[in-house]
Nanobody, 121 residues
């Protein structure tokens, strides 16, 4: 079974930077789209950014200009670079992907386990 393997995250001071990585564990799956979500304590899960197979990206307004999402097709990896971090960015970050298994016509959706990002004021 395929998994989304997350790495990165941690704690940083306000204004600092962190990078999150999401890797698809099996190479026989095509990434159709990958999303990064986050969920702060007591809040609903929020969509942060996304990147499609054609490279088109999208960001929620409050991270535009600070976060950058990119993908490396050869490594089956999507990276979220987060800069000028603010305390309100503190949350558990999840990657979520629509993956197309080789030979299949319909994609499947998978979630990563989540990784904590903490930004201190």
């Amino acid at each position: 079974q395929v998994q989304l393997l997350q790495s990165g995250g941690g704690s940083v001071q306000e204004g600092g930077s962190l990078t999150l990585t999401c890797k698809v564990s099996r190479t026989n799956f095509l990434i159709k789209i990958i999303y990064w979500y986050r969920q702060a304590p007591g809040s609903q899960r929020e969509l942060v950014a996304s990147i499609r197979s054609n490279g088109v990206t999208n960001y929620t307004d409050n991270v535009k200009g600070r976060f950058h999402i990119s993908k490396d097709n050869a490594k089956h990896t999507v990276t979220l670079q987060m800069g000028n971090l603010k305390p309100e960015d503190t949350a558990v970050y999840y990657c979520n992907a629509d993956l197309l298994r080789a030979g299949e016509l319909r994609s499947e959706n998978f979630w990563g386990p989540g990784t904590q990002v903490t930004v201190a004021a």
